[in-house]
């Protein structure tokens, strides 16, 4: 299959420890300690897991106003957009599927440069 083809994950995506997380995703975005299947690109501006566990997305979505984000449900189910002031990161976006009894989430940040 060619690189970029549909149903082929780019080369930098992969599964990730969450020690290697960056210290501003893991103060500005969330914690990813704990959560299941972390996969993360090279500069962590899309980055996706697996949870499961009562409560969920609602528990996520207060971890993340609890960090300072300001978020707003699309309309959509189990999406959000979000903007935060100060910091590295300003905005993300952030979609939650239920997949039998596990949540998936992907976030979308706009990773600091350098």
Known sequence: MLP???GELEPDVGL???WEAPNWFA???VDVNGREELRANDDWSVVSFV???DGLPDRLVGELEGRGWALVA???EGVWTGVKEGGRCSWLALSCTWVGDVLCVVLQVNAPMG
């Open 4 to 6: 970029g083809a549909p």
């Open 16 to 18: 990730r420890a969450a």
């Open 27 to 29: 103060e500005e975005v």
């Open 74 to 76: 699309s309309g959509q």
């Open 51 to 53: 949870e499961e566990g």
